[in-house]
């Protein structure tokens, strides 16, 4: 069965984004009093960083928690951050729809795209747009590196 | 402070292992970092903290499919001479991650500042931005090494 077609995304559009439990994916933001997903966490491929569009999962009855466990592999390590596309904007990413059949809900799969940036530029956008995910479904379970 | 461990190997003392000398955790290469810790309660507390993450940056088992590859033991060789180049016994402790080339990160949020300080095999690079646009800089570490202490300086006295 060939993947569904591309659908446009605007900029209300929300993204869930699958982050692997482990401790090099968090950094703890003190200013935020809460862990945000690291460099790991925020990963760019050339595709793009992979997430999942909340609107397009609930049309097929699937939600936050279906992206823990269908959207990767080790479902039970993994945690959901949820984050809006003006956040993508506001760093000046984009994103597009990019269905796949690579999981059972990646018919709802998006990409966020970045431009080519300066290094400097790339970390505080990547920066920005981890404070601004919020955490979703599962608990970071780890504790504040004391002293921080 | 006592430290033990296979892991910890990679960082040969350069005098004997004392509870209260860093010198203890000094990387076999490049140039002796000592600070010494004149009392117990003087000893860093951050220092803990990063010591257990760059033992574990060491120990892990990563898998590429993962996305992380494996820190160079160069990078977590380097990595605590070179902190202990702008950080004082009270600075808030760090974030330990490591990057995709093979570097040791260690990264701040506090006190409206974002900080990262990248240690590769080679090189060292610091990032800083204020949240509210008043600063912005990058460079080596280095090149950078009296603002890394200005704005350690900075968030230490908001904690």
């Known amino acids: ?148 | 402070m006592t430290v033990t461990g296979s892991a910890l190997d990679a960082f040969r003392p350069a005098t004997s292992p004392s509870a209260s000398d860093l010198a203890a955790f000094t990387p076999r290469r490049g140039p002796t970092v000592k600070v010494l810790v004149r009392h117990a309660d003087e000893t860093p507390h951050w220092l803990p903290y990063v010591m257990g993450r760059l033992r574990q940056l060491l120990q892990l088992t990563y898998d590429q499919d993962e996305g992380v590859p494996p820190p160079h033991p160069e990078s977590i060789q380097r990595a605590l001479s070179e902190l202990i180049r702008f950080m004082r016994v009270d600075t808030p402790t760090p974030s330990v991650v490591p990057t995709f080339d093979g570097g040791v990160q260690f990264v701040w949020h506090k006190g409206g500042w974002d900080v990262e300080v990248e240690v590769g095999p080679k090189e060292t690079l610091l990032w800083a931005q204020r949240r509210d646009g008043i600063a912005s800089w990058h460079g080596s570490l280095d090149e950078r090494l009296d603002d890394a202490r200005s704005v350690m300086a900075e968030i230490t006295v908001l904690a």
């Not at chain 1, 929300?14 to 460099?39: A, T």
């Not at chain 1, 909340?54 to 097929?60: A, D, E, K, T």
């Not at chain 1, 992206?67 to 000046?92: H, I, M, Q, S």
């Not at chain 1, 690579?102 to 966020?112: E, F, K, L, M, N």
């Open chain 1, 1 to 148: 069965m060939p993947a569904d077609a591309p659908l446009t995304l605007s900029r209300d559009e929300r993204f869930f984004r699958r982050v692997l439990h482990r401790i090099d994916y968090f950094e703890w933001h003190d200013d935020l009093g809460r862990w945000v997903p690291s460099l790991a966490g925020v990963r760019f491929d050339p595709d793009g960083m992979s997430t999942f569009v909340p609107r397009l999962l609930q049309q097929r009855g699937h939600g936050r928690a279906d992206v823990c466990t269908l959207g990767g592999t080790n479902p039970k390590t993994a945690v959901v951050y949820e984050f809006d596309g003006k956040a993508v904007a506001e760093v000046g990413f984009g994103a597009e729809h990019s269905p796949n059949q690579d999981t059972p809900i990646g018919y709802a799969h998006a990409s966020v795209l970045k431009p080519s940036l300066a290094r400097e530029d790339e970390r505080r956008a990547r920066t920005t747009l981890a404070s601004r995910m919020v955490l979703v479904h599962g608990n970071v379970d780890l504790p504040k590196p004391a002293g921080a």
